[in-house]
């Protein structure tokens, strides 16, 4: 029987590379993020690549649609054998920790930890009635160290990496792999990257981060579920 991964945020960066080598190990792939057009796009070149994807569109800002967007994956692929999950909040920008505000908080809090939650919720009783699985996630290191005038979304990440590591805990014994990766780098192809060298030709600051393949972290995350080794790893 072919295994699935759903991959929720397939934006450019460790989404696609998450689709593509996934795909090369004989995954059927879901690809979910918000708008058709680019997820049609990349499930053709998926095909071209003898990878089967299929594209479904779902607002992962919305928790309370995970229902719906859950049943939808499973009229094409049933209860994916694995799920990644890495989108980002929209008009992403961090904020000094002295600015941070409690509506900012809670504005990245449903795409961030509650779309999450609901769909641990959908999938993982598969998971666990079959004795294998995965929870995959990819992403910035400020989750797990607070950096300087980079606050804003980093603490809720960090509050999704604590419900990881214990739902980690609780499901290692019966076969459901929860893998992070934290990546303290800007990742190649993506908005973050093209902005980043817009600023360094400007002559602006910029912090001085190294760059990251994202189809070598996309290796490292399939490396880690394959050895089930460590939990989470650590770039840059």
């Not at 450019?12 to 590379?17: D, F, R, T, Y």
């Not at 919720?121 to 079959?130: G, H, N, S």
């Not at 929860?178 to 990742?187: C, D, F, N, P, S």
Request: proline share 7%; glycine share 10%; net charge negative.
């Amino acid at each position: 029987m072919t295994k699935s991964i759903a991959v929720f945020g397939t934006g450019p960066g460790v989404g696609q590379a998450i689709a593509r080598r996934y795909g090369k190990e004989g995954y059927e792939i879901v690809l979910v993020a918000r708008r058709q057009g680019p997820l049609d796009a990349l499930a053709r070149e998926l095909a071209a690549e003898g990878i089967t994807a299929h594209a479904v569109t779902g607002d992962l800002d919305q928790a309370d649609a995970v229902a719906a967007l859950a049943e939808r994956i499973r009229e094409r692929v049933g209860d994916p054998a694995a799920l990644y999950y890495g989108p980002a909040p929209a008009g992403l920008a961090f904020v000094p920790a002295a600015a941070l505000t409690p509506e900012l908080v809670q504005d990245r809090l449903p795409i961030t930890l509650y779309t999450l939650m609901a769909l641990v919720r959908e999938f993982l009783p598969a998971m666990v009635e079959r004795g294998d699985g995965a929870i995959l996630t990819a992403q910035g290191a400020a989750a797990v160290e607070g950096r300087p005038y980079m606050s804003g979304w980093p603490p809720v990440l960090a509050a999704q990496r604590n419900y990881l590591q214990s739902l980690a805990g609780e499901v290692a014994d019966r076969g459901v792999y929860v893998g992070r990766l934290y990546i303290g780098a800007r990742i190649l192809g993506t908005p973050f990257e093209a902005d980043y060298q817009r600023r360094l030709a400007e002559g602006e600051p910029v912090s001085d981060l190294p760059a990251a393949d994202p189809a070598e972290l996309a290796d490292i995350l399939w490396d880690m579920h394959s050895a089930r080794e460590r939990q989470e790893a650590f770039i840059g």
